[in-house]
């Protein structure tokens, strides 16, 4: 059974680029959740998707967007990148897009800013 | 806001000794959930409790609510040195969760 699985695992990037990262939830989950953790920090809320459209955002700039797939795959795209984009973007899928769900996290996507 | 906040920062025990963090919040919430952190690498989902619950077991851990004091603990014991990671508290409102800054705890063998 396989778990929450995102890609790719570094990237390191300069200021202006645009990225893309991809996230594919855990088998038998349709809801997917972005979080960005700074160092030393907690993971902070995006935005959710579930059937393919944004549910919940947190706040966060629209540079960053998102889009989910029929097959729940989801991808964070962030554009006009900043130095302070430099984290941990974690995805989290669960069963349905109700917080009464445990949420089972990938291992997360390290990207650097230049 | 809804967001939890832990308490201790970090915290340093002897294996075998019991460990206790605290989350403090500051909304009404559906329910509440811990959460562990190795590092560099994702979180692991560790127990939900509900907002009409006080208190549950799993193994090693038990969690405790008080929606009246709005806070929560997890009381992690006879710990090991393979229990030392960040622990999170996250908050649960309808379809939002929200997590804390964490607590950084170090198991010493």
């Known amino acids: 059974d396989a778990g929450v699985t995102q890609s790719p695992t570094h990237l390191i990037k300069t200021r202006g680029q645009q990225v893309t990262l991809r996230c594919s939830p855990k088998s038998g989950h349709d809801t997917v959740s972005w979080y960005q953790q700074a160092l030393g920090q907690g993971p902070q809320f995006i935005f959710q998707?579930?059937?393919?459209?944004?549910?919940q955002r947190g706040n966060f700039p629209d540079r960053f967007s998102g889009h989910q797939f029929p097959n729940y795959s989801s991808e964070l795209n962030v554009n006009a990148l900043l130095l302070g984009d430099s984290a941990l973007y974690l995805c989290?899928?669960?069963?349905?897009?109700?917080?009464?769900?445990?949420?089972?996290f990938g291992d997360g996507t390290r990207l650097s800013i230049l | 806001s809804q967001q939890g906040e832990e308490d201790p920062q970090a915290l340093s025990i002897q294996e075998g000794e019991n460990a206790t963090m605290n989350c403090s919040y500051k909304t009404s919430i559906n329910n509440l959930q811990w959460y562990r952190q190795n590092s560099g690498r994702g979180l692991v989902h560790l127990i939900l409790?509900?907002?009409?619950?006080r208190e549950k077991h799993s193994g090693r851990l038990r969690v405790t609510l008080d929606t009246s004091k709005k806070s929560s603990s997890l009381l992690i014991t006879a710990s090991r040195a393979a229990d030392t990671a960040s622990y999170f508290c996250a908050t649960g409102l309808n379809n939002d969760m929200r997590f804390g800054a964490g607590t950084r705890l170090t198991v010493k063998p």
């Open positions: 998707y579930y059937e393919e459209e944004e549910r």
């Open positions: 989290a899928s669960s069963l349905g897009p109700s917080s009464n769900q445990p949420q089972h």
């Open positions: 409790i509900r907002s009409n619950e």
